[in-house]
Protein backbone atom coordinates (compact mmCIF):
# COMPACT_ATOMS: atom_id res chain seq x y z
CA UNK A 1 0.00 0.00 0.00
CA UNK A 2 1.06 3.39 -1.26
CA UNK A 3 1.32 5.69 1.73
CA UNK A 4 1.79 9.57 1.51
CA UNK A 5 5.27 10.27 3.79
CA UNK A 6 4.71 13.86 5.86
CA UNK A 7 7.52 14.08 8.05
CA UNK A 8 11.28 13.62 8.67
CA UNK A 9 12.89 13.45 12.13
CA UNK A 10 16.69 14.07 12.20
CA UNK A 11 19.10 13.03 15.02
CA UNK A 12 21.72 15.72 15.60
CA UNK A 13 24.97 14.97 16.81
CA UNK A 14 26.43 12.95 13.89
CA UNK A 15 23.81 13.13 11.50
CA UNK A 16 23.58 16.80 11.28
CA UNK A 17 26.83 17.78 13.32
CA UNK A 18 30.12 17.06 12.14
CA UNK A 19 30.47 15.87 15.76
CA UNK A 20 33.71 14.02 15.44
CA UNK A 21 35.28 17.03 13.52
CA UNK A 22 33.82 19.07 16.25
CA UNK A 23 35.42 17.51 19.11
CA UNK A 24 38.84 16.71 17.67
CA UNK A 25 39.49 19.96 16.88
CA UNK A 26 37.99 21.44 20.40
CA UNK A 27 40.38 18.37 22.00
CA UNK A 28 42.97 19.91 19.88
CA UNK A 29 42.67 23.68 21.16
CA UNK A 30 42.92 22.12 24.85
CA UNK A 31 46.10 20.35 24.50
CA UNK A 32 47.58 23.34 22.56
CA UNK A 33 46.48 25.75 25.31
CA UNK A 34 46.37 24.34 28.51
CA UNK A 35 49.01 21.29 28.88
CA UNK A 36 53.00 21.54 29.34
CA UNK A 37 54.60 22.41 25.75
CA UNK A 38 55.24 18.37 24.07
CA UNK A 39 56.38 17.51 20.81
CA UNK A 40 53.06 17.32 18.34
CA UNK A 41 53.15 13.08 17.94
CA UNK A 42 52.64 13.10 21.94
CA UNK A 43 49.73 15.78 21.31
CA UNK A 44 48.08 13.49 18.52
CA UNK A 45 48.14 10.91 20.96
CA UNK A 46 46.69 12.46 23.79
CA UNK A 47 44.14 13.74 21.47
CA UNK A 48 43.35 10.11 20.08
CA UNK A 49 43.06 8.96 24.04
CA UNK A 50 40.78 12.14 24.79
CA UNK A 51 38.44 10.79 21.60
CA UNK A 52 38.39 7.45 23.13
CA UNK A 53 37.74 8.27 26.94
CA UNK A 54 34.89 10.89 25.04
CA UNK A 55 33.17 7.49 23.92
CA UNK A 56 31.04 9.45 21.23
CA UNK A 57 29.77 11.90 23.28
CA UNK A 58 27.87 9.13 25.43
CA UNK A 59 29.41 8.94 28.48
CA UNK A 60 28.57 11.74 31.46
CA UNK A 61 30.52 14.93 30.74
CA UNK A 62 30.96 14.98 34.14
CA UNK A 63 32.90 12.14 34.75
CA UNK A 64 35.05 12.23 31.92
CA UNK A 65 35.97 16.17 32.47
CA UNK A 66 37.18 14.39 36.39
CA UNK A 67 39.41 11.83 34.54
CA UNK A 68 40.87 14.54 32.04
CA UNK A 69 41.60 16.71 35.59
CA UNK A 70 43.59 13.92 36.69
CA UNK A 71 45.50 12.34 34.09
CA UNK A 72 46.27 15.08 31.29
CA UNK A 73 49.73 17.16 32.18
CA UNK A 74 48.12 20.19 32.25
CA UNK A 75 50.28 23.51 32.60
CA UNK A 76 47.81 24.62 35.21
CA UNK A 77 45.44 21.96 36.85
CA UNK A 78 41.85 23.06 36.40
CA UNK A 79 38.47 22.47 38.90
CA UNK A 80 36.05 20.65 37.33
CA UNK A 81 33.95 24.23 36.96
CA UNK A 82 37.08 25.54 34.86
CA UNK A 83 36.79 22.55 32.46
CA UNK A 84 33.30 22.78 32.51
CA UNK A 85 33.63 26.87 31.47
CA UNK A 86 36.59 25.98 28.96
CA UNK A 87 34.20 23.37 26.93
CA UNK A 88 30.99 25.89 27.57
CA UNK A 89 33.46 28.67 25.61
CA UNK A 90 35.29 26.85 23.22
CA UNK A 91 33.61 23.69 22.23
CA UNK A 92 30.90 25.11 19.76
CA UNK A 93 33.44 27.34 17.86
CA UNK A 94 34.49 24.46 15.81
CA UNK A 95 31.27 22.91 15.15
CA UNK A 96 30.57 22.08 11.67
CA UNK A 97 27.54 20.89 9.88
CA UNK A 98 27.61 17.11 8.53
CA UNK A 99 28.64 17.19 4.70
CA UNK A 100 25.00 17.26 2.51
CA UNK A 101 23.16 18.61 5.16
CA UNK A 102 21.61 22.07 4.24
CA UNK A 103 21.07 20.32 0.71
CA UNK A 104 19.38 17.49 2.31
CA UNK A 105 17.34 19.83 4.65
CA UNK A 106 16.62 22.04 1.86
CA UNK A 107 15.32 19.24 -0.60
CA UNK A 108 13.40 17.45 1.84
CA UNK A 109 11.31 21.09 2.37
CA UNK A 110 11.00 21.38 -1.34
CA UNK A 111 9.04 17.68 -1.45
CA UNK A 112 6.66 19.59 0.96
CA UNK A 113 7.93 17.56 4.29
CA UNK A 114 7.45 18.43 8.06
CA UNK A 115 10.75 18.28 9.88
CA UNK A 116 11.89 17.62 13.18
CA UNK A 117 14.67 17.53 15.04
CA UNK A 118 15.08 14.84 18.38
CA UNK A 119 18.07 15.10 20.19
CA UNK A 120 19.40 13.96 24.12
CA UNK A 121 21.53 16.44 25.66
CA UNK A 122 21.83 19.81 27.87
CA UNK A 123 19.49 22.38 26.29
CA UNK A 124 22.01 25.25 26.07
CA UNK A 125 24.28 22.84 24.47
CA UNK A 126 21.82 21.34 21.82
CA UNK A 127 20.44 25.09 21.05
CA UNK A 128 23.65 25.89 20.86
CA UNK A 129 24.77 23.82 18.23
CA UNK A 130 21.33 24.29 15.83
CA UNK A 131 21.65 28.13 15.92
CA UNK A 132 25.55 28.00 15.29
CA UNK A 133 25.07 25.60 12.11
CA UNK A 134 21.99 28.07 10.82
CA UNK A 135 19.77 25.43 11.37
CA UNK A 136 16.63 26.18 13.42
CA UNK A 137 14.97 27.60 10.51
CA UNK A 138 14.57 23.92 8.52
CA UNK A 139 12.77 22.87 11.57
CA UNK A 140 8.66 22.53 12.51
CA UNK A 141 9.33 20.96 15.71
CA UNK A 142 12.82 20.33 17.83
CA UNK A 143 12.55 18.32 20.68
CA UNK A 144 15.82 18.19 23.73
CA UNK A 145 15.74 15.58 25.99
CA UNK A 146 16.67 18.45 28.43
CA UNK A 147 13.97 21.00 27.63
CA UNK A 148 12.07 18.03 28.24
CA UNK A 149 13.17 15.57 30.63
CA UNK A 150 13.00 12.53 28.69
CA UNK A 151 15.81 11.19 26.09
CA UNK A 152 15.88 8.53 23.27
CA UNK A 153 15.04 5.52 23.58
CA UNK A 154 12.15 6.06 25.30
CA UNK A 155 9.17 5.84 23.17
CA UNK A 156 8.07 8.58 24.82
CA UNK A 157 9.86 11.15 23.45
CA UNK A 158 9.49 9.94 19.67
CA UNK A 159 5.67 10.42 20.49
CA UNK A 160 5.99 14.55 21.83
CA UNK A 161 7.49 14.67 18.56
CA UNK A 162 5.08 13.46 16.64
CA UNK A 163 2.67 15.14 18.80
CA UNK A 164 4.54 18.76 17.71
CA UNK A 165 5.03 17.52 14.60
CA UNK A 166 1.15 16.49 13.88
CA UNK A 167 1.79 13.34 11.86
CA UNK A 168 1.35 9.83 12.75
CA UNK A 169 4.09 7.13 12.87
CA UNK A 170 3.71 5.94 9.76
CA UNK A 171 3.70 9.17 7.96
CA UNK A 172 6.80 9.87 9.84
CA UNK A 173 10.65 8.51 8.95
CA UNK A 174 13.78 9.10 11.25
CA UNK A 175 17.13 9.96 10.18
CA UNK A 176 20.09 8.81 12.66
CA UNK A 177 23.57 7.27 13.55
CA UNK A 178 23.06 5.16 16.67
CA UNK A 179 21.23 1.84 16.39
CA UNK A 180 19.92 1.97 19.68
CA UNK A 181 18.54 5.76 20.56
CA UNK A 182 17.57 6.73 16.78
CA UNK A 183 16.47 3.60 14.87
CA UNK A 184 15.39 0.63 17.57
CA UNK A 185 13.93 3.17 19.86
CA UNK A 186 12.06 4.64 17.03
CA UNK A 187 10.54 1.50 16.49
CA UNK A 188 9.49 1.27 19.51
CA UNK A 189 7.26 3.49 18.74
CA UNK A 190 6.49 2.58 15.24
CA UNK A 191 8.59 4.87 13.52
CA UNK A 192 10.93 3.47 10.39
CA UNK A 193 14.23 4.44 10.83
CA UNK A 194 17.32 5.32 8.00
CA UNK A 195 20.39 4.53 9.54
CA UNK A 196 23.54 6.61 8.79
CA UNK A 197 26.15 4.59 9.19
CA UNK A 198 29.26 6.33 11.58
CA UNK A 199 31.42 4.97 14.13
CA UNK A 200 28.66 2.58 15.70
CA UNK A 201 27.90 -0.97 14.36
CA UNK A 202 24.85 -2.48 14.71
CA UNK A 203 23.64 -4.54 17.33
CA UNK A 204 22.70 -7.54 16.29
CA UNK A 205 21.03 -8.02 20.09
CA UNK A 206 18.10 -5.00 19.01
CA UNK A 207 15.30 -7.05 18.31
CA UNK A 208 12.40 -5.44 16.41
CA UNK A 209 13.78 -2.31 15.05
CA UNK A 210 15.90 -2.81 12.42
CA UNK A 211 16.97 0.04 9.88
CA UNK A 212 14.06 0.44 7.13
CA UNK A 213 17.34 1.74 5.37
CA UNK A 214 20.91 2.27 5.53
CA UNK A 215 23.01 5.12 3.81
CA UNK A 216 26.62 6.36 4.33
CA UNK A 217 25.46 10.21 3.64
CA UNK A 218 22.95 12.26 4.07
CA UNK A 219 22.53 13.06 -0.13
CA UNK A 220 21.36 9.46 -0.43
CA UNK A 221 17.98 10.13 1.67
CA UNK A 222 15.96 12.34 -0.55
CA UNK A 223 16.02 9.63 -3.42
CA UNK A 224 14.70 7.07 -0.32
CA UNK A 225 12.15 9.20 0.27
CA UNK A 226 10.50 9.31 -2.74
CA UNK A 227 10.38 5.43 -2.82
CA UNK A 228 8.83 5.22 0.83
CA UNK A 229 5.54 2.98 1.28
CA UNK A 230 3.75 0.68 4.03
Request: with cysteine; glycine share 6%.
Amino acid sequence: MKLQLKAVLFDLDNTLMDRDYTFRHFARQLVRECLVPMEEAQQDRLVTEMIESDADGYRPKEGFFLELIETLPWSKKPALYELKQYYDRNYMAHAKAMDFAAETLETCRSMGLRLGIITNGYSHLQHGKIDRLNLRAYFDAIIVSGDVDIGKPDPRIYRLALERLGTRPEETIIVGDHPRNDIWGAAQAGLRGIWLRRKHAWDEGLDGGKPWRTVSELNEIPELLEQYER
